[in-house]
C-alpha cells in the first residue's frame, strides 16, 4: 500500500511540475515582488515561511523512520537522512529568522500549496533513501555518483546560502524596497539563488540515484526556471543600470 501510494505521488508531483512550468512562465506566482499592493488573505512572511518549508523537514524525518526497516539502515542512508534534516532545519527555521521582511507578506495559498507539496515531497524521499536497493549498502558512499552529486549539492548549497546572504543584506533595518544584487554568482546571473537551489536538488538526484530524487530536480527546475527568467525581465525594465552582460540563470546561456 504504501508503495502505491508513493508511485501516486510521484506521478502526481511530476504532473505538479509540468503544470506549475506552464502556468509560471505565463505569469509569475504572486509572492514577493510580484504581489499586489491590495492582495487579500496573505500571512506575515516569517510565519509563511516557517509554515511553507517545515513539512519538508518532518515529513521525511516521519517517514523515513516509520518506513524503512532496521535492516535497511546503514551509513549510506543515515549520511542522507542527515543532509536532508540539516539542509530543510536550515531554510524552515534559521533562514526566516535571518530575513529582513518586515511588513512584506506572503499570499495564505501559497503556504497552502507548500505544506502539501512538501509533506508530500518529504514522504517520497524518506520512502527512496529508505528502500532503493543500491542505497542498502554502505558502500554507495564511495560510489562515483555519490560522490560528484555530493560535490554537485554542496556547490549548490554554498551558492545558494551566499546569494541568499546577498539578498538579505541588500536591506537596511526598515527597508523593503528592491535594488541590484552584486557579487558571487550575480556577477554572472540575475537569479543566483535559483541556480545555487537547482545545483543542489540536482546534485541529490544524482548522490540519492533515486525516482524521487530526480523528480524533486525535474519540479525544481520547472518551478524557478521561468521565474529566474521573470526576474531578469524585471530587473532590466526596473534598473537602467542593469549589467548588461548578466543572463537570466545560466551563466552565459540564458
Known sequence: MIEIIYIGLLCIITLLGA????????????????MKNNQKNTIA??????????????????FFWLTAAETNLNAATFVLFGLWQCHYI????????????????????????????????????????????????????????????????????????????????????????????????FRYVSAANYFGEIMLWCGWAIMSWTPAGLVFAFFTICNLGPRALSHHKWYVETFAEYPKNRKALIPGLL
Open 19 to 34: 503544470v506549475t512550468f506552464l502556468g509560471t512562465a505565463k505569469r509569475p506566482n504572486r509572492y514577493g515582488r510580484y
Open 45 to 62: 512572511e516569517k510565519k509563511g515561511w516557517l509554515l511553507f518549508e517545515a513539512p519538508q523537514w518532518f515529513s521525511f524525518a516521519l
Open 90 to 185: 536550515y531554510r524552515a527555521i534559521i533562514y526566516p529568522l535571518r530575513m529582513k521582511t518586515e511588513g512584506k507578506r506572503l499570499p495564505i495559498e501559497t503556504v497552502y500549496f507548500g505544506i502539501f507539496f512538501n509533506s508530500a515531497n518529504g514522504f517520497v524521499n524518506a520512502y527512496a533513501v529508505g528502500h532503493m536497493p543500491h542505497l542498502m549498502e554502505a558502500a554507495w558512499l564511495s560510489d562515483p555518483r555519490f560522490i560528484i552529486g555530493f560535490l554537485v549539492a554542496a556547490a549548490g548549497w554554498i551558492i545558494n546560502f551566499h546569494s541568499d546572504s546577498v539578498l538579505i543584506n541588500l536591506r537596511k533595518p526598515g527597508e523593503t524596497g528592491y535594488k541590484i544584487p552584486y557579487g558571487g554568482m
